[in-house]
Nanobody, 129 residues
Framework: QVRLLESGGGLVQAGGSLRLSCAVSTRVFSSYNMGWFRQAPGKEREFVAAINRSGANVVYADSVKGRFSISRDNEKNSLYLQMNNLKPEDSAVYYC??????????????????????WGQGTQVTVSS
């Protein structure tokens, strides 16, 4: 059973920064594509950022491009999301997700919920204006 545990959320003022972490309990972390999603109250879960197995290919939602940065450390089985210049509309529960089928995706990193099989419980990010 693969488990994902997010941390690093909290309350921050607009313009501030937070760094989210996701610890993944698996021996094959380096074989997974990884992603961050978020869900605000009353809204659907939406894509934020994703990274391929090696970390060489990253993709972002337009709404966070230039402000957020996704990275991973395969030796530590960890995924990160550095969030800068936060805005009130970034407030949501943030989830990390793992795609164990990365090897059959020909280098394509998924942007939709159904591309990912394993999910964490989420961490709350609240940005005050």
């Amino acid at each position: 059973q693969v488990r994902l545990l997010e941390s690093g959320g909290g309350l921050v003022q607009a313009g501030g920064s937070l760094r989210l972490s996701c610890a993944v309990s698996t021996r094959v972390f380096s074989s997974y594509n990884m992603g961050w999603f978020r869900q605000a109250p009353g809204k659907e879960r939406e894509f934020v950022a994703a990274i391929n197995r090696s970390g060489a290919n990253v993709v972002y939602a337009d709404s966070v491009k230039g402000r957020f940065s996704i990275s991973r450390d395969n030796e530590k089985n960890s995924l990160y999301l550095q969030m800068n210049n936060l805005k009130p509309e970034d407030s949501a529960v943030y989830y990390c997700a793992a795609d164990p089928k990365a090897s059959v995706r020909a280098g394509i990193v998924g942007r939709i919920v159904y591309d990912y099989e394993f999910w964490g419980q989420g961490t709350q990010v609240t940005v005050s204006s």
